[in-house]
């Protein structure tokens, strides 16, 4: 107790064993009601999901809250094609937006790291798309992309290009969705980077351009490899929301049925989730497949750990 | 140590606030839920004063201002705020807020598509055979329809589908074809006829971008709406899969779109609002309350439209009732409202507002509901019209989950009409249907 008392020399110390519980006894304390709150907002209703999945509820159905069938919703789910098809969509649509993203996001803060004119001006526009709402967004964007009378098809028609239907097919409906997830997340990321790119040298910028490196060639030799750990942050955030990616298919579908297109063509997990247990009333199976979605993020996690292990144990 | 003791107390303080704070509820208004949830079986009005807001959930056009301004003008202490979503978000907040046991609003509007997945419930819903409501003034079809498992009565009717053709004069004229409504509803005594006149008209209509109909789920709606059978037999089982009238409403429905005549909108979606505006379809699937979303959507198109006979000559698509769920804080004042809003009178008033068709049969005989006619349709004699279309309709049998059968079907309709092999579409429906309903 005494090194607690070194910093207030006038007052008087506990000491003992009740000093001793006081100072252990405090940080938990203080952070109990963190862990409180998340006991019974998120710890609690995970615990009740997985008993939900193990009934037969459907509301619609009386009688089926009570009733038991163990496991037989996660056999159902391994064997239902909509999940894993919903997986697919999921990877895919969450490679094609975050990829060329993150890219794109590189790209612009190495540029918004040079002494521009008007750079803060530049710097807060990249980040307003993040700002707004993402159900304004997915009816804006719905709208570009309409069938009939959308601007996209309309400029796509003044180049000789037929009539798409974005909805209709897989990697139509992919690029759409990619394009509002890009418009929102790019700026974003870009600023991460940019406040990483901070902590380089810029000497050793000029001293590159001295020697007549390219832009590209500083781009790809001295900022890429100076924001590997920055990058290796971005992709991990960007996986978990790619896996949660829910209302931008929800709106994109002009039918509201949740169905990701006529044949599900960009339904993700969390919207064959939203549409099992909303639409269809499947309580306990859309439970499993919430579970079902919790052990795929766990092994993305474990790999992306071993890889970041991996990189960082090159260096 | 004083500060220590201190700083112990108030982080103990600020502990138990936050998990009071989680805890509390609305325990201010008790007092006022125990009072009104009480009085049960009041036939007469509650004659209470207290000042409260009574809110009711729509989904689309269900009453007009002037309905609500009535009720509030004679029960001063009543305010109503009419709170609207989208079908499918209204019923599925409507399903979850019921299952937490909170959360619904007083009076919450349920369709016909949709109420058979509550009846098993009938224990979350006032009464109405407590309360008063003489059943005879809806036909015994509409009260079987809102008839829980357990013989309460649930809902109160408020309109009647019925089911016609409404149709784009105009463009009629352009393709060659009559305009005359009784003419037009002789060209198509059947849907087969009307898939005929369909191919017809795409042939001679002279602008290429003019389809036949909006959406063939629209199509294979109004050829079921005349079965007695469709999704569920009549012991409750699910024979959509097997059920011959639905393989066949499927299969001409695909022939429509193979014949390009769907212009493939969604129904409700903005893309569908803009083809009233375009003119992109020619025919709709027309229930009594259709004739609403046609005038919202396209006001300039007032004076093209005209309404035929549906083909078959009968049928029902929609109609709603209103429910109050035991869950509300004043259900008392709620059924009172509910029960107001389903009066004749009422139901009349909106019939000349919006255009639904009432369901009290004794409105049925009013000269202002059977000599109506509409404007936006070319004076259309709607009064007449829509009450022949259900006329003779067969009791329907639902199940819980009709509406989602439904959906499943429109879903793989819509599949086919971007391009889907027809027999791939149908067999995932069906597995679809399989896994929710079976």
Redesign the interface.
């Known amino acids: 107790m005494n090194d607690l008392a070194a910093g207030h020399p006038g007052r008087r110390t506990t000491t003992g064993a009740r000093g001793r519980l006081d100072a252990r006894a405090m940080p938990y304390v203080l952070i109990s009601p963190y862990f409180f709150l998340f006991a019974v907002f998120g710890a609690f209703p995970l615990l009740y999901t997985v008993y939900v999945s193990l009934t037969a509820w459907n509301p619609r159905k009386p009688g089926s809250k009570e009733k038991f069938i163990g496991a037989e919703n996660y056999t159902k789910l391994l064997h239902d094609e909509n999940f894993w098809h919903a997986l697919k969509n999921t990877f895919g649509i969450g490679l094609v937006s975050t990829v060329p993203q993150l890219l794109l996001a590189l790209f612009i803060a190495h540029l918004l790291n040079y002494r521009l004119k008007g750079r803060l001006a530049l710097r807060m526009g990249v980040l307003l798309p993040y700002v707004t709402s993402v159900t304004a967004v997915a009816l804006i964007f719905g709208q570009f992309f309409a069938r009939d009378f959308g601007p996209v098809n309309y400029v796509l028609g003044l180049v000789g290009v037929d009539s798409i239907d974005w909805r209709a097919s897989m990697w139509a409906s992919w690029l759409a969705i990619s394009a509002m997830v890009m418009w929102r997340w790019t700026g974003y990321n870009a600023l991460i980077y940019l406040a990483a790119l901070q902590s380089v040298s810029y000497d050793l910028y000029e001293s590159a351009q001295v020697d007549g490196a390219s832009k590209w060639q500083q781009f790809w030799h001295i900022t890429v490899p100076s924001l590997r750990p920055t990058i290796i942050f971005t992709v991990i955030v960007s996986t978990i929301g790619a896996f949660q990616l829910f209302g931008e298919p929800l709106l994109f579908d002009s039918t509201r049925a949740a169905n990701g297109g006529s044949g599900r063509q960009f339904q993700t997990v969390v919207l064959y989730l939203y549409q099992q247990f909303w639409f269809n009333g499947r309580y306990g199976y859309a439970s499993a497949i919430a579970l079902g979605l919790l052990v795929v993020i766990g092994i993305v996690v474990i790999v992306n750990l071993l890889l970041v292990r991996r990189i960082s144990g090159e260096d | ?1 004083l ?2 003791r201190h ?2 107390a108030a ?2 303080i ?2 138990a606030s ?2 009071l704070s ?1 805890c509390g509820g609305s325990s201010s208004t008790t007092s006022t839920t125990s009072a009104a949830g009480t009085t049960t079986s009041a036939a007469a009005s509650t004659g209470s004063t207290e000042k409260m807001t009574l809110t009711i959930n729509v989904f689309g056009d269900s009453f007009p201002k002037s309905v609500y301004d009535a009720y509030t003008a004679a029960h001063p202490n009543i305010t109503i705020k009419e709170n609207r979503a ?1 079908y ?2 209204h019923h ?1 907040n409507l ?2 807020h ?2 937490a046991g909170s959360g619904t609003a007083d009076i919450e509007v349920i369709e016909i598509g949709q109420i058979a ?2 009846l ?2 009938g224990e979350k819903f006032v009464n109405f055979n407590d309360q008063g409501v003489d059943p005879a003034q809806w036909s015994p079809a509409k009260i079987k329809q809102a008839t829980a ?1 357990d013989g309460s009565l649930v809902g109160l009717g408020t309109d009647i589908g019925g089911l016609a053709i409404c149709y784009r004069a105009d463009l009629f004229k352009a393709a060659g074809l009559p305009t005359d409504r009784e003419e037009v509803g002789k060209l198509w005594p059947t849907w087969e006829d009307y898939v005929k006149v369909g191919s017809d008209f795409i042939a001679k209509t002279p602008d290429k971008k003019v389809k036949w109909y909006d959406g063939a789920g629209h199509v294979m709606t109004g050829i079921l709406a005349q079965e007695k059978n469709t999704f569920y037999d009549d012991q409750g089982e699910v024979i959509a899969g097997t059920n011959p009238v639905v393989k066949q409403a499927w299969d001409l429905s695909v022939t429509s779109i193979q014949a390009k005549q769907s212009a ?1 909108l ?7 609002n ?1 083809g009233f505006q ?1 003119g ?1 379809f020619a025919t709709i699937t027309c229930p009594a309350w259709m004739t609403a979303y046609i005038r919202n959507n396209a006001p300039e198109t007032k004076g093209k439209w005209d309404i035929a006979t549906v083909p078959g000559g009968s049928g029902n698509w929609g109609g709603s009732f209103l429910t109050v769920p035991k869950a509300g804080k004043h259900t008392a004042e709620a059924v009172d409202l509910a029960k107001y809003l389903t009066t004749p009178d009422t139901a009349v008033k909106v019939f000349k507002e919006f255009g639904n068709y009432p369901s009290p049969v004794k409105t049925w005989d009013l000269p202002e509901v059977e000599d109506a006619k509409d404007a936006f349709f070319s004076d259309a004699p709607v009064g007449v019209i829509f009450p022949k279309s259900f006329a003779n309709l067969p009791e329907q049998a639902a199940g ?2 009709s509406g ?1 059968i439904g ?1 499943a079907l ?3 309709l ?2 086919v ?4 092999d027809p027999t791939k ?1 149908w067999e ?1 429906a069906l597995k ?1 249907i399989e ?2 309903a079976g």
């Not at chain 2, 969604?266 to 569908?272: K, L, M, R």
């Not at chain 2, 009409?417 to 889907?420: A, Y």
């Open positions: 140590m500060d220590r700083a112990i982080s103990a600020a502990t936050l998990l989680g989208d499918g978000a599925n399903q979850a019921l299952a997945g509550y098993g419930q498992t493939a969604a129904e409700f979606s903005p893309e569908w803009t375009q992109q819980p989950q989602v959906v429109n879903t793989a819509n599949q009409e971007q391009g889907e579409a995932k679809d896994a929710a």
